[in-house]
Nanobody
Framework: QVGLVESGGGLVQPGGSLRLSCAASRTIVGFYVMGWYRQAPGKQRELVATISSGGSPNYSDSVKGRFTISRDNARTAVYLQMNSLKPEDTAVYYC??????WGQGTQVTVSS
C-alpha cells in the first residue's frame, strides 16, 4: 500500500498560478504512471495529466499548454504546475499512482 498526500491547493484569481504537490509514502519501484485527476461539483472525475516512470507526460486537451506535470527522480513525488487558471479549473484535484492508489484530494478554486 502506498499513501499519497496532496498539497498546494487554494483560492486564486483567474489568470493566476498554483503548484500542486503529491508526496508518496515510499519510493515507487518498477514501471508506474503517476497522475492528477480532478472532480468538479456535480461532474465525474476526469483526467488532468499523467507522467510515466519513463518521464512521458500526457495532458487532457483542456489543460494542454497551461499545466505542466513533473516528478522527482527519487520516485516519491509528482507535481502539477498550473498557469493561466480559469474558473472552469475549479475542482478537487487528486493524485494517483497507476489509478490504484489515491490521495484525499486538494481543493483548487479559481474565482475573482
Amino acid at each position: 500500500q502506498v499513501g499519497l498526500v496532496e498539497s498546494g491547493g487554494g483560492l486564486v484569481q483567474p489568470g493566476g498560478s498554483l503548484r500542486l504537490s503529491c508526496a508518496a509514502s515510499r519510493t515507487i519501484v518498477g514501471f508506474y504512471v503517476m497522475g492528477w485527476y480532478r472532480q468538479a461539483p456535480g461532474k465525474q472525475r476526469e483526467l488532468v495529466a499523467t507522467i510515466s516512470s519513463g518521464g512521458s507526460p500526457n495532458y487532457s486537451d483542456s489543460v494542454k499548454g497551461r499545466f505542466t506535470i513533473s516528478r522527482d527522480n527519487a520516485r516519491t513525488a509528482v507535481y502539477l504546475q498550473m498557469n493561466s487558471l480559469k474558473p472552469e479549473d475549479t475542482a478537487v484535484y487528486y493524485c494517483t499512482i497507476n489509478n490504484i492508489h489515491w490521495g484525499q484530494g486538494t481543493q483548487v478554486t479559481v474565482s475573482s
